[in-house]
C-alpha cells in the first residue's frame, strides 16, 4: 500500500481525513457488523481474503461469479466478472474499508485483509459455517 501522508496530512485529503483517528472511533455495534456481512459478495470477499490476506480484485470477481455460478473459477470469463468487478469497486470494497477490515488499493486493484475485530471474525466464521454446511435438507 502507498502512504500518501507526510506527517500524517496530505493537502488534497479533507479535514475530516486529516486527523488522527483512535481505535474508539472504529469499533463496531453489533447492528454495525450485521450490516456490514449481510451482502453475500462481501462474506465471499471476506471468505477468501481470510485465508489468502491478498487479493486482486478481478481474483475476488472471479471467486465471486464462480461462488455464484457454482463453477470452477477458471471457468469465467472477463465478460462473466465485469459487472462484479464494478459492484466490487463501486460498492463492497469502500464498504469494507471504510469500516477498517480490508486494505484496497483503487490504483493497483489490490485487497488486503486487515485483522478486523474478534466480533466480524467470529460472525464470519459463523455464517461461513452456516453458508457451507454439506448436511442441509438434501441429504435424506
Known amino acids: 500500500m502507498v502512504d500518501r501522508h507526510r506527517d500524517g496530512e496530505d493537502e488534497h485529503d479533507p479535514p475530516s481525513r486529516r486527523r488522527e483517528l483512535d481505535e474508539s472511533e472504529f469499533e463496531m455495534g453489533f447492528d454495525e457488523i450485521l450490516l456490514l456481512l449481510s451482502h453475500h459478495r462481501?462474506?465471499?470477499v471476506l471468505y477468501y481474503l481470510s485465508e489468502?490476506?491478498?487479493?486482486?480484485?478481478?481474483r475476488l470477481a472471479t471467486e465471486i461469479v464462480a461462488n455464484e455460478r457454482h463453477c470452477h473459477p477458471d471457468d469465467v470469463t472477463p465478460a462473466d466478472r465485469e459487472?462484479?468487478?464494478?459492484d466490487l469497486y463501486q460498492s463492497h470494497l469502500p464498504k469494507l474499508t471504510d469500516h477498517r477490515v480490508v486494505e484496497f488499493d483503487r490504483r493497483s486493484g489490490a485487497v488486503r485483509w486487515n485483522e478486523p475485530p474478534d466480533d466480524v471474525v467470529s460472525l464470519l466464521e459463523f455464517f461461513y459455517d452456516v453458508?457451507?454446511?454439506d448436511t442441509g435438507a438434501d441429504s435424506t
Not at 52 to 58: I, K, M, N, P
Not at 83 to 86: E, F, H, V, Y
Open 42 to 44: 462481501r462474506r465471499d
Open 52 to 58: 489468502h490476506d491478498l487479493a486482486s480484485v478481478e
Open 83 to 86: 459487472s462484479i468487478t464494478i
Open 131 to 133: 453458508e457451507h454446511d
